[in-house]
């Protein structure tokens, strides 16, 4: 049973383009929201994250908006650059019960050049 | 270097043949995990630990043990490795909470079981 699910599994995007990665979830005790990025033979590392009382966080040409009401949260990727070609996480936890984070199936990003 | 460190990168084994993966982080972190990556289904938590000599099974435990002795290893044992165990198998570590700094991975290791 995936408690957070991700779409698309693989995008493609031309560089300059903006790149948009979705994840819904279904418990409502999760109260941190965190994106990761995973570059081809390396584990995944921390991108930037998000906590439910807010709608929006912006950092340099990523930006995670959260939709409490929906269950919702998304990833943009403004003017994306073949270096950001990756695979992306996004992932949640109910910090009050522990740090085990519950992760969605992936997406694939391919920026061409 | 500070971080996770995982060995061995790559293992092949027989159905049937047992291996233990080597965890160990130098950061001083409460807790560490082991997640196995496969296509399609991101990363699946087996086992955890919140301390020295303290483990709980995650979300995929069967066919999995694990040991953590001393605060900076954490040991996953296959003790009969099956095909299905065919996977990337990452170790992660962090502070009591997920939040600021997130988790440490390490680099994985590559298992496959034939």
């Known amino acids: 049973q995936q408690q957070v699910k991700q779409s698309p599994q693989s995008l493609i995007v031309q560089k300059g383009g903006i790149s948009i990665i979705n994840c819904a979830y279904e418990n409502t005790a999760f109260d941190y929201f965190p994106w990761y990025q995973q570059f081809p033979g390396k584990g995944p590392a921390l991108l930037i994250a998000?906590?439910?009382?807010?709608s929006e966080k912006k950092e340099g040409r990523f930006t995670i908006s959260f939709n409490k009401s929906a269950k919702q949260f998304s990833l943009h990727i403004m003017d994306s650059q073949p270096g950001d070609s990756a695979t992306y996480f996004c992932?949640?936890?109910?910090?009050?019960?522990?740090?085990?984070?519950?992760f969605g199936e992936g997406t694939q990003l391919t920026v061409n050049p | 270097n500070a971080g996770v460190t995982q060995t061995p990168k790559f293992r092949v084994l027989k159905t049937g043949q047992s291996m233990t993966l080597l965890c160990a982080q130098d950061?001083?972190?409460?807790?560490m995990y082991w997640y196995r990556q496969d296509p399609g289904m991101g990363l699946r938590l087996i086992h955890y630990?919140?301390?020295?000599?303290?483990?709980a099974k995650g979300e995929v435990p069967d066919g999995y043990n694990v040991s953590r002795l001393k605060k900076q290893n954490f040991l996953l044992g296959l003790e009969s490795a099956a095909p299905s165990q065919t996977s990337v198998y990452f170790c992660?570590?962090?502070?009591?909470?997920?939040?600021?700094?997130?988790?440490?991975f390490g680099s994985g290791t590559r298992l496959t079981v034939v």
């Open positions: 950061m001083n972190h409460e807790y």
């Open positions: 998000i906590r439910p009382d807010v």
């Open positions: 630990s919140v301390g020295e000599g303290t483990t």
């Open positions: 992660a570590s962090s502070y009591r909470t997920a939040s600021p700094y997130g988790y440490t």
């Open positions: 992932a949640a936890v109910q910090e009050t019960s522990g740090s085990r984070l519950t």
